[in-house]
């Protein structure tokens, strides 16, 4: 628990150290003076400043998949729940990079290597869209005849607007609260089956 703890707070200090200075402009030893551990024990950690940016990142990502699986635990329908995933997964990137300063010119301008840390997210999300939408088509809710095809689809779609929403330019001049009932409705129609379909905001 002790080195656990130990690591968080290297992690931590280190996000706040990069957002505020940038990732170029932080060094190790900035890193061990700030969170008054010393040069040994954040070497026992970490080999250099690009495993530790990683590990910034990931606690980012893990932080958004843990609400995201509370999301999928809800007691929401399954179209209704995809809606919320979306917009769970959109708000809560956004707000990692807004809230990490100069971090987050690096994070646009290293794409490739926060790549390679968002593997392992993207595969649970992907599996969270999957449970779902499998629910919804053995519910009868859905009508989706490939659920890997959908669930690629969804996936690539999301990391796709990450960041026009970041920077506001999705839905620009769509008054506001009418962005998530347009979205709702897109979903319903596209994968809800024909009967539900007429029911459905018409």
Known sequence: MALIKTRNKLVDVARQLF??????????NDIAAASG???????????????????VIEAEMERLLERM???AK??????????????TH???????????GNL??????NIIRVEKVRK????????????????????GVFDIESIPLFVDILHFSLKGL???????RLGQGVPKGMNRAIVQKMVHKLIARPERRQNLYL
């Open 90 to 100: 959109l708000n809560l990137v956004k707000e990692a990079v807004q809230r990490n």
């Open 162 to 168: 990450e960041i026009p929403y970041i920077y506001g």
């Open 69 to 71: 699986n509370e999301v």
């Open 37 to 55: 551990k010393g040069r040994r024990t954040l070497y026992t950690y970490f080999k250099n400043k690009e495993e530790i940016y990683f590990a």
């Open 19 to 28: 957002a505020k200075r940038g990732l170029d402009n932080t060094t190790m």
């Open 104 to 109: 987050r010119a690096d994070f646009f301008r």
């Open 120 to 139: 392992n997210f993207d595969h649970n999300e992907r599996k969270i869209f999957t449970s779902i939408v499998t629910e919804g088509v053995r519910t």
């Open 74 to 87: 809800t007691n929401l329908e399954p179209e209704d729940k995809l809606v919320e995933l979306i917009y």
